[in-house]
């Protein structure tokens, strides 16, 4: 194992690089996407139960199932990768967004509407402030799922540490082959935690101390 | 927003709103939540809307400041119509207060007290004045209170956060929305005492929605008195409604003790006060007492280098010393000159002398006040109450009470 490693160190080094900047990148797109239909439909009931529903579904689909219908339409590597991993980020993080601004007590938004803030202003500066640290708890959620999701992209010759499971999956009990799979593996497992942290840490830095329990 | 700052002005810086034939009709309900309501809101002055749950007072307030937009009629403010003005705007405008102060908890006290400075593009220095200003204000000490945040006060201080937040800008109107309901009893009096005082020293129009009839009574200059669909059923002043009920309707909602209520309508510091002998620490008890038995006093106040009540001796506590100490007494019966009569009753009832001393600005002594001035002001207030009911005092009365009245027949009609 440890002799696998080190052969292998660069690739290592550089497939995790790969997976972590995959999985980062498509977290901060689906973050934008989510808060931004969280925030168009948390203020009608039916429109919030209809992405609930769709959240609940969509995650209920195998990740493998979705990267290969992908190819069709976006083909192989970074593509579909990144479509399937933003999905998938989306809806622990949507989920949470519309959980957090409708948990925002009435009254502050009132009173903020009362000294004359618009919708947009409230939206921006009362309630999604109010709502950032539910909304991060969803995007803890995602990472952690979407690192292993990540992974999966490998099908479709994506970057990142799924390669070396593929590979090492494909010619199981050949030379280094167990080694190759568990590498990837406790890589994705090392990254997610890594992430989890820095999450936590910007959770800390981003979180007003008047909210923070 | 500088034209209306009137902080020079020498009386009010309120300005009159008019609410006319106003409407609130919600699709789907067959009557509507606000009935054709007139009603002119004096400048300077407390008015007061009271009435049973859901009878539209709180509609009637939101739609002043267009939170909840009228369906018919005009809204004026001062002599400007703001029925078709942008809503954020005019909110910026009038300051708004609801229970428990409404304050934004993932900001400071400072940060929350200066969003509308921000708004409104003041600069650093100004709005970090103005803050300062206004914490002073609601008696917060700013160096202490500024860099809070809203968990970190307790709710009386919430709601003066809250008070000095929508008084930011210096609007001309203050609308409150049950803003004493979430506190203890013996803080809402405080912060009623504090409002009034606050009153004293802007003279805004402030709109104040309670169900409260003894906090519309001890607060209100006039008390706009609704039933369902907010149909004023009598807009008086406060010795009048209790004096002279419009109807059954008023006479239950004002309860049980319509005499003991007028009690809270005198202050302490608009009786007359009885002198008291008064000595200082340090001097000698025989001489002090000499004074006290040529006064034919049988207390005697001792008051410090500020001149606060420190203690109250009687004749016998006096032949005991030989001097005057400058021990603080912890529990004496002081109430402040702008305590109610009922609150001064309430104090001196349980001091042993059957009195209580009163103080008044920066807690300096005034006067005693006993059981006979309270008694004496009750006679009084009887006798002017009922004259006051053909004469209406008040510049604004007369007109006030035609329109009230007017708009009682108008929207009985509708």
């Known amino acids: 194992m440890w002799d696998f490693v080190q052969s292998h160190f660069d690739q290592i080094v550089f497939s995790s690089w790969q997976h972590a900047s995959l999985v980062v990148q498509c977290l901060a797109l689906a973050t934008l996407l989510a808060v931004g239909i969280g925030a168009l439909v948390y203020r009608s009931r039916s429109a919030s139960s209809a992405a609930n529903t769709i959240t609940t579904i969509g995650l209920t689909i195998p990740a493998f199932a979705l990267v290969g219908l992908a190819i069709t339409p976006l083909g192989f590597g970074v593509p579909p990768a990144v479509a399937v991993v933003t999905f998938f980020a989306i809806l622990p993080i949507l989920r949470n967004t519309v959980v957090g601004l409708t948990g925002v007590d009435p009254g502050i938004v009132e009173s903020a509407r009362g000294i004359g803030m618009s919708r947009l202003r409230t939206l921006l500066q009362v309630e999604l402030p109010l709502a950032w640290p539910v909304i991060l708890g969803g995007i803890r959620v995602s990472g952690q799922m979407v690192m292993g999701i990540a992974a999966v992209a490998a099908y479709v010759l994506g970057p990142g540490l799924g390669g070396l499971i593929f590979s090492g999956l494909s010619r199981l009990g050949g030379a280094n082959s167990l080694e190759s799979v568990l590498t990837g593996l406790i890589g994705v497992v090392i990254l997610a935690l890594i992430l989890d942290l820095v999450l936590i840490g910007l959770g800390r830095l981003t979180t007003s101390r008047g909210i923070r329990v | ?414």
């Open chain 2, 1 to 414: 927003m500088s034209e209306t700052t009137t902080s020079d002005a020498p009386n009010i810086s309120g300005k009159s709103i008019l609410i006319e034939g106003v409407t609130k009709r919600y699709p789907g309900q067959k009557s509507p939540a606000v009935d054709g309501i007139t009603l002119e809101i004096p400048a300077g002055k407390i008015v007061m809307l009271v009435g049973p749950s859901g009878c539209g007072k709180t509609t009637t307030l939101k739609m002043i400041n267009r939170l909840i937009e009228p369906t018919e009629g005009r809204i004026v403010l001062g002599d400007e119509d703001v029925t078709d003005i942008d809503g954020d705007e005019l909110r910026r405008r009038i300051g708004y207060v609801i229970q428990a102060g409404g304050l934004f908890p993932h900001l400071t006290v400072a940060a929350n007290i200066s969003i509308v400075p921000k708004m409104l593009g003041w600069d650093k220095k100004r709005i970090a004045d103005r803050v300062d200003e206004l914490l002073e204000l609601v008696s917060l000490d700013p160096a202490d209170y500024r860099d809070r945040y809203p968990k970190e006060l307790s709710g009386g201080q919430q709601q003066r956060v809250g008070v000095a937040r929508a008084l930011a800008a210096d609007p001309p109107v203050l609308l409150m929305d049950e803003p004493f309901g979430a506190v203890d009893p013996i803080t809402r009096q405080r912060l009623q005492d504090e409002l009034l005082r606050i009153q004293e020293e802007l003279q805004k129009t402030i709109v104040i929605v309670t169900h409260d009839f003894d906090e519309a009574v001890k607060l209100g200059d006039w008390i706009v008195v609704f039933s369902d669909g907010a149909h004023i059923v009598q807009y008086d002043t406060p010795e009048r409604i209790l004096a002279e009920p419009a109807n059954e309707f008023v006479e239950n909602f004002i309860g049980s003790g319509a005499g003991l209520k007028q009690l809270t309508l005198r202050r302490v510091g608009e009786v007359e006060l009885a002198d008291a002998v008064t000595a200082r620490p340090g001097e000698v008890a025989s001489e002090v007492l000499a004074r006290a038995v040529a006064a034919k006093h049988n207390h005697v106040v001792v008051v410090d280098e500020r001149e606060r009540p420190i203690q109250w001796l009687t004749r016998r506590q006096l032949t005991r010393l030989e001097k005057i100490t400058a021990v603080r007494e912890a529990h004496l019966p002081v109430v402040g000159h702008r305590a109610t009569l009922n609150d001064a009753l309430d104090t001196m009832l349980v001091s042993s002398a059957g009195a209580a001393l009163v103080t008044g600005k920066r807690d300096r002594f005034l006067g005693v006040i006993d059981v006979e001035t309270v008694m004496e002001a009750i006679t009084s207030a009887r006798a002017s109450a009922a004259a006051s009911a053909d004469t209406p005092t008040g510049t604004n009365s007369g007109e006030v009470s035609i329109i009230a009245e007017s708009d009682l027949t108008e929207s009985s009609a509708v």
